[in-house]
């Protein structure tokens, strides 16, 4: 179950793996989690295409439309 907390830790470990230099990614609608991490300022990224989702990124970002985005290690 998605819970509020289950989102602050998955949040917190996609922010340790980018202090640590690791790749971070995520599928579907989950690079909300990155946004909310602050892991995607000054990136471009792609997520499920979905008006509805949109609202829940951070400062009006838009995701990109082509179906994979790297943007350095996120």
């Not at 819970?3 to 609608?29: D, P, W, Y």
């Not at 690079?31 to 602050?38: F, I, N, Q, R, S």
């Amino acid at each position: 179950m998605v819970t509020r907390q289950n989102l602050v830790s998955l949040g917190s470990a996609a922010h340790e793996f980018a202090a640590e230099n690791k790749v971070t990614a995520a599928i579907c609608a989950a690079p909300m989690v990155l946004d909310k991490a602050g892991l995607l300022e000054n990136r471009q990224f792609t997520m499920y295409p979905a008006e509805d989702l949109y609202k829940y990124l951070r400062d009006n970002k838009r995701p990109q439309s082509d179906m994979f985005v790297a943007d350095g290690k996120v």
